[in-house]
């Protein structure tokens, strides 16, 4: 209802809007073909996943639904088609460079090996990469890692952070590899892994997700800081700075913070579960300095 | 609006963030692992595929149905499922003694598990192959062994086999290249074989290069799959018998 008070309230003001510059990349095609493709997650939660109705909603499809809003008023184009198609990590970003989707609303890292091929918006999430153990473990630091075993997920770089921290501090720990987050965490649930490395918001949704969250917790060192951003073509101007314009402007207005009470703060769909992850300082600081940096 | 990023060299590019690794080593590492844990499956197919098939070929029902009931499980359950079932499921259903000891102390368990899942489901599949070989036999074979004096299981041994396992070598050609493939499924339970190591190179390490890489990993389980087929055409060629269906015609 506020969503559509919002549309007529946009619409009704640029009524008679005229484009005031040529179209290029991404815009072009989307004002040409009269559809506007998203990318969404099946169960990254709270950024992008299907609720219990199979339909993407998110905190990342919060913000995307925004920039929508602001490209449908940009083309003058109120009844701009909505394409919705899911997308996996490993499918991003060839979906993404040959033209299937125009953004991607997931939680996708901004890195510079990404950014050989695609561009990001501002970030709008800052994760920390750490790890989840069983409480009763007394596991509290990287160095109580030595002699166990450490599992990631087949495909991210977090098991690259423990090597690293490996040599430096001389640990001798064994490597295990999940196909995906859920499996992953069942192995440091059914005992197989002593820790699960990843960004901590992943770690958090998968605990409030489990049947006994307080035999979990999350410890250890900040492994590596890495921003999210809304994935979109290299070299496109134009989609750039619809996106970035639309994210400062909910970020300024304060309207930043209630979307993240609402899906980090609150019961989300689809089991009602809390995460209450409080927002951390490096976002609130990216908030503040709406910045597109990628790691 | 095509504008992928090419670059065919990728796999001779270092890894970032480490010290001289490079995703080439990856690929070999992934290769060994592959080739380790398909012929260790093989092996124990070929060997539980002959003896069940033959037990069912068997007059004995108390030989007959456990091999057909082995075959109809296995053979009708998916094999990342039963995968999933030996490395997840049954440490839980063992004494917590036991469990533990699978999921915590036992040596290489994926490759273990790996080894064990993909024989026992191929196991099945051969199983069938050496029963179609025995029954493709004249009955008149069995008939006159038995009329020769030999007992049933020598005829099945100097008479039988031979001969059956000499018809089906080109299904069990193919059986045989399965395995290959079908090794890339054990990556599901975290053995880091090669397309353990096509989804880690194209993951996050080098997510703009998958085209190449997954070119780079279907090349080579291509060639492993025609060296398989190769040698068992010459397998095939070395043991025929003239004078029989593989025989020099």
Same mark, same amino acid.
Not at chain 2, 13 to 21: F, I, K, L, Q, R
């Given at each position: 209802?506020?969503?559509?008070?919002?549309?007529?309230?946009?619409?009704?003001?640029?009524?008679?809007?005229?484009?005031?510059?040529?179209?290029?990349?991404?815009?072009?095609?989307?004002?040409?073909?009269?559809?506007?493709?998203?990318?969404?997650?099946?169960?990254?939660?709270?950024?992008?996943?299907?609720?219990?109705?199979?339909?993407?909603?998110?905190?990342?499809?919060?913000?995307?639904?925004?920039?929508?809003?602001?490209?449908?008023?940009?083309?003058?184009?109120?009844?701009?088609?909505?394409?919705?198609?899911?997308?996996?990590?490993?499918?991003?970003?060839?979906?993404?460079?040959?033209?299937?989707?125009?953004?991607?609303?997931?939680?996708?890292?901004?890195?510079?090996?990404?950014?050989?091929?695609?561009?990001?918006?501002?970030?709008?999430?800052?994760?920390?990469?750490?790890?989840?153990?069983?409480?009763?473990?007394?596991?509290?630091?990287?160095?109580?890692?030595?002699?166990?075993?450490?599992?990631?997920?087949?495909?991210?770089?977090?098991?690259?952070?423990?090597?690293?921290?490996?040599?430096?501090?001389?640990?001798?720990?064994?490597?295990?590899?999940?196909?995906?987050?859920?499996?992953?965490?069942?192995?440091?649930?059914?005992?197989?892994?002593?820790?699960?490395?990843?960004?901590?918001?992943?770690?958090?949704?998968?605990?409030?997700?489990?049947?006994?969250?307080?035999?979990?917790?999350?410890?250890?060192?900040?492994?590596?800081?890495?921003?999210?951003?809304?994935?979109?073509?290299?070299?496109?101007?134009?989609?750039?700075?619809?996106?970035?314009?639309?994210?400062?402007?909910?970020?300024?207005?304060?309207?930043?913070?209630?979307?993240?009470?609402?899906?980090?703060?609150?019961?989300?769909?689809?089991?009602?579960?809390?995460?209450?992850?409080?927002?951390?300082?490096?976002?609130?600081?990216?908030?503040?300095?709406?910045?597109?940096?990628?790691? | 609006?095509?504008?992928?990023?090419?670059?065919?060299?990728?796999?001779?590019?270092?890894?970032?963030?480490?010290?001289?690794?490079?995703?080439?080593?990856?690929?070999?590492?992934? %290769?060994?692992?592959?080739?380790?844990?398909?012929?260790?499956?093989?092996?124990?197919?070929?060997?539980?595929?002959?003896?069940?098939?033959?037990?069912?070929?068997?007059?004995?029902?108390?030989?007959?149905?456990?091999?057909?009931?082995?075959?109809?499980?296995?053979? #009708?359950?998916? $094999? $990342?499922?039963?995968?999933?079932?030996?490395?997840?499921?049954?440490?839980? $259903?063992?004494?917590?003694?036991?469990?533990?000891?699978?999921?915590?102390?036992?040596?290489?368990?994926?490759?273990?598990?790996?080894?064990?899942?993909?024989?026992?489901?191929?196991?099945?599949?051969?199983?069938?192959?050496?029963?179609?070989?025995?029954?493709?036999?004249?009955?008149?074979?069995?008939?006159?062994?038995?009329?020769?004096?030999?007992?049933?299981?020598?005829?099945?041994?100097?008479?039988?086999?031979?001969?059956?396992?000499?018809?089906?070598?080109?299904?069990?050609?193919?059986? %045989?290249?399965?395995?290959?493939?079908?090794?890339?499924?054990?990556?599901?339970?975290? $053995?880091?074989?090669?397309?353990?190591?096509?989804?880690?190179?194209?993951?996050?390490?080098?997510?703009? #290069?998958?085209?190449?890489?997954?070119?780079?990993?279907?090349?080579?389980?291509?060639?492993?799959?025609?060296?398989? #087929?190769?040698?068992?055409?010459?397998?095939?060629?070395?043991?025929?018998?003239?004078?029989?269906?593989?025989?020099?015609?």
């Amino acid at each position: 209802m506020r969503k559509f008070a919002i549309m007529a309230a946009v619409v009704a003001a640029f009524a008679t809007g005229a484009q005031a510059e040529d179209l290029t990349g991404t815009l072009k095609t989307i004002n040409d073909t009269n559809t506007i493709r998203i990318g969404y997650r099946e169960s990254s939660i709270p950024f992008s996943y299907l609720d219990q109705n199979q339909k993407p909603v998110g905190y990342a499809m919060d913000l995307c639904m925004a920039v929508v809003d602001a490209v449908k008023k940009k083309l003058n184009k109120p009844t701009l088609a909505v394409s919705l198609i899911p997308v996996t990590s490993q499918t991003r970003i060839p979906l993404m460079v040959n033209g299937t989707i125009d953004l991607e609303c997931g939680s996708t890292t901004n890195s510079k090996e990404r950014q050989k091929q695609v561009a990001f918006s501002d970030s709008y999430y800052v994760t920390s990469v750490r790890m989840v153990v069983k409480a009763n473990s007394g596991i509290k630091s990287l160095s109580d890692l030595n002699g166990k075993s450490v599992v990631t997920t087949t495909g991210t770089t977090s098991d690259r952070y423990i090597k690293q921290n490996e040599k430096g501090e001389n640990l001798d720990v064994k490597n295990l590899y999940g196909k995906d987050h859920a499996e992953s965490f069942l192995m440091v649930e059914s005992g197989r892994a002593s820790a699960f490395v990843m960004d901590d918001i992943l770690l958090a949704s998968l605990i409030a997700e489990s049947k006994n969250p307080k035999d979990f917790a999350i410890v250890g060192p900040a492994l590596s800081v890495e921003p999210y951003g809304i994935m979109m073509r290299k070299d496109d101007p134009q989609i750039k700075q619809v996106a970035d314009a639309t994210l400062q402007g909910i970020f300024k207005s304060g309207e930043g913070n209630k979307l993240y009470n609402k899906w980090f703060m609150s019961p989300i769909p689809p089991k009602s579960v809390n995460i209450n992850l409080p927002m951390s300082d490096k976002l609130k600081d990216a908030m503040a300095h709406p910045n597109d940096t990628g790691i | 609006m095509f504008k992928y990023q090419w670059d065919w060299g990728i796999i001779l590019s270092e890894v970032p963030g480490t010290d001289g690794e490079y995703y080439y080593q990856w690929l070999i590492k992934g %290769f060994e692992l592959t080739l380790s844990v398909a012929l260790s499956a093989w092996i124990l197919a070929l060997i539980l595929g002959a003896i069940i098939g033959t037990a069912r070929t068997a007059p004995s029902k108390w030989l007959s149905w456990p091999a057909t009931i082995y075959v109809e499980v296995f053979r #009708n359950i998916p $094999l $990342l499922a039963q995968l999933f079932f030996w490395f997840f499921a049954l440490p839980e $259903l063992l004494p917590t003694a036991a469990g533990d000891w699978m999921k915590q102390r036992m040596p290489y368990p994926e490759f273990i598990i790996g080894t064990l899942g993909l024989g026992l489901f191929t196991a099945a599949r051969v199983a069938e192959q050496v029963r179609t070989g025995i029954l493709a036999l004249p009955r008149g074979q069995k008939n006159a062994g038995l009329a020769m004096g030999f007992t049933l299981t020598q005829t099945y041994r100097y008479v039988l086999l031979p001969n059956a396992f000499r018809i089906i070598i080109p299904p069990l050609t193919s059986e %045989f290249m399965n395995m290959f493939k079908n090794s890339a499924v054990t990556y599901g339970i975290g $053995l880091t074989e090669l397309y353990f190591q096509l989804r880690q190179i194209t993951g996050d390490y080098a997510p703009g #290069n998958i085209i190449e890489v997954t070119a780079y990993v279907t090349l080579i389980y291509l060639v492993m799959a025609f060296i398989v #087929n190769r040698g068992m055409a010459w397998v095939e060629r070395k043991v025929a018998i003239p004078g029989t269906i593989g025989g020099k015609r």
